[in-house]
Each structure stands twice: as structure tokens, then as C-alpha cells.
């Protein structure tokens, strides 16, 4: 398989969390930029453009599904891809992320042996819009 490459910011305010993502996302060719609050997501997005955003849903200062919410109401970021990254799991969780404007849902723990191939189905189905 060939090595994946692309830019993704990472937008989780538990550290351990971005180091493991970081290690994993690194290794397969990824630039990876992250950011734990409202202010730092909006800096990087304008800094790096990158092609796909991971929203932790469960943040203290700002949800994730408002996040998202005011990333896609701003028409240059409109198009960024914006996967729900959560351990809310129960019925109609999926539903609520994606009725916040996010693109697509990963269930917590992530599987690590996974994540590059669900990030990499986003990206492609972003580039064929």
C-alpha cells in the first residue's frame, strides 16, 4: 500500500490522546497539527489548510458539535472534512454528530490499526465532490 499523505488537525484536549494519534498518523506520512480549544482549532486551520479535521466531541470549554458548527458556517472551511472522533456511542449519538455538520464518526478507542484507512475514505470522498 502506498503511504498516505495529507495534513490533519487533531482537535482533542486530552494530551495523551494527541500523542498517541500524532505517533500513529506520523508514521503513515501525515503532517498532523493539534489543537484542545476553539481558539487554537481556528489558528491552525488557518495556518496549515488541512484536508481533514478529528473533533473530539467531549471537550471542557466548547463541544465539539458547536465547533464543528462554527467551522462549517465559515465558507472557506466549508469544504474541510470534519470526523466526530467520540465515546459517545449510544443510539442517536452517530446522528447528533453528523446533524452538527461533522462528515463522518470514529468511535472511541480509536482502533489504531484502522484510523488511517478511515481517514484516508474521508479524504477520498472529499477530493471526489
Given at each position: 500500500?502506498?503511504?498516505?499523505t495529507?495534513?490533519?488537525?487533531?482537535?482533542?484536549?486530552?494530551?495523551?490522546?494527541?500523542?498517541?494519534?500524532?505517533r500513529?498518523?506520523?508514521?503513515?506520512?501525515?503532517?498532523?497539527?493539534?489543537a484542545?480549544?476553539?481558539d487554537e482549532?481556528?489558528r491552525?486551520?488557518?495556518?496549515?489548510?488541512?484536508?481533514?479535521?478529528?473533533?473530539?466531541i467531549?471537550?471542557?470549554?466548547?463541544d465539539?458539535y458547536?465547533?464543528?458548527?462554527?467551522i462549517?458556517?465559515k465558507?472557506?472551511?466549508k469544504?474541510?472534512p470534519?470526523?466526530a472522533?467520540?465515546a459517545?456511542?449510544?443510539?442517536?449519538?452517530?446522528e447528533?454528530?453528523?446533524?452538527?455538520?461533522?462528515?463522518?464518526y470514529?468511535?472511541?478507542?480509536?482502533?489504531?490499526?484502522?484510523l488511517?484507512?478511515?481517514?484516508?475514505?474521508?479524504?477520498?470522498?472529499k477530493?471526489?465532490?
Open positions: 500500500m502506498a503511504e498516505k495529507g495534513k490533519v488537525l487533531y482537535v482533542e484536549d486530552n494530551f495523551e490522546n494527541r500523542v498517541l494519534i500524532r500513529v498518523l506520523e508514521a503513515e506520512g501525515y503532517q498532523m497539527f493539534e484542545s480549544t476553539e482549532a481556528f491552525q486551520i488557518g495556518d496549515h489548510h488541512p484536508d481533514i479535521i478529528l473533533m473530539d467531549n471537550m471542557p470549554d466548547m465539539g458547536t465547533l464543528t458548527a462554527k462549517k458556517a465558507p472557506e472551511y469544504g474541510i470534519v470526523i472522533v467520540t459517545n456511542v449510544m443510539r442517536g449519538d452517530k447528533r454528530s453528523l446533524g452538527a455538520g461533522c462528515d463522518g470514529i468511535q472511541k478507542p480509536i482502533d489504531v490499526d484502522i488511517t484507512e478511515q481517514i484516508e475514505r474521508y479524504r477520498l470522498k477530493d471526489n465532490l
